[in-house]
């Protein structure tokens, strides 16, 4: 069974960094993209950054660009996202998501519970 | 970049009855060489994570019940709920991946029991 567990959310002032981890189970990691996805409260899926299976391509949204880096370990079946100079705007439930196994243009198949991020000083 | 715009934002069908969700796409997410539009549909309950429902604007996914089915072409598509049940309350989200980055989402729709 495809399992997908994020953590790593919490409660970060303006400014300052968060990593999040997505821990992947039940399918071979390194045959998918990967994705991050965010909701802010009450609000509608925003795409964040995706990542390539082998981590050679790296995508992001405008708002997160600079700012946010995806990365992954394909030994430790993980995905990741470093959250920098972090703002009120970021507050969001944050969800990883499995892509195609072989283009980027797929549909996101299985996601996560997702992790709370907030950014509130 | 493309824009998807749903419509309704908000929908109430009577349990037992169809309802129905429109998607519009800016530009055309049709693969012309595979003959395939690149257009998934979602399902998200309230506290939980998104579920994909449709993808290739028709094809139901892994488990997804046969009340739930997709049609369009082009930039208009639609999810059709051919008889409501109580578990279908959700939002509703279509979603292409025709142009990515960035993939694009609609707003969503809110569907409720009338």
């Known amino acids: 069974e495809e399992q997908l567990v994020e953590s790593g959310g919490g409660l970060v002032q303006p400014g300052g960094s968060l990593r999040l981890s997505c821990a992947v189970s039940g399918f071979t990691f390194s045959s998918y993209w990967m994705i991050w996805v965010r909701q802010a409260p009450g609000k509608g899926l925003e795409w964040v950054a995706n990542?390539?299976?082998?981590?050679?391509?790296?995508y992001y949204a405008g708002s997160v660009k600079g700012r946010f880096t995806i990365s992954r370990d394909n030994a430790k079946n993980s995905l990741y996202l470093q959250m920098n100079s972090l703002r009120a705007e970021d507050t969001a439930v944050y969800y990883c998501?499995?892509?195609?196994?072989?283009?980027?243009?797929?549909?996101?198949?299985?996601w996560g519970q997702g992790t709370q991020v907030t950014v509130s000083s | 970049d493309i824009v998807m715009t749903q419509s309704p934002d908000s929908l109430a069908v009577s349990l037992g009855e169809r309802a129905t969700i429109n998607c519009k796409s800016s530009q055309s997410i049709l693969f012309i060489a595979n003959n395939k539009h690149y257009l998934a549909w979602y399902q998200q309950k309230p506290g939980q994570p998104p579920k994909l429902l449709l993808y290739?604007?028709?094809t139901r996914g892994s488990g997804v019940p046969d009340r739930f089915s997709g049609s369009g072409s082009g930039t208009d598509f639609t999810l059709t709920i051919s008889s409501l049940q109580a578990e279908d309350v959700a939002v509703y989200y279509c979603q292409q991946y025709y142009t990515t980055p960035p993939y694009t989402f609609g707003q969503g729709t809110r569907l409720e029991i009338k």
């Open positions: 998501a499995r892509g195609g196994s072989g283009g980027s243009q797929r549909p996101f198949d299985y």
């Open positions: 990542i390539q299976q082998d981590g050679s391509n790296k």
């Open positions: 290739w604007a028709s």
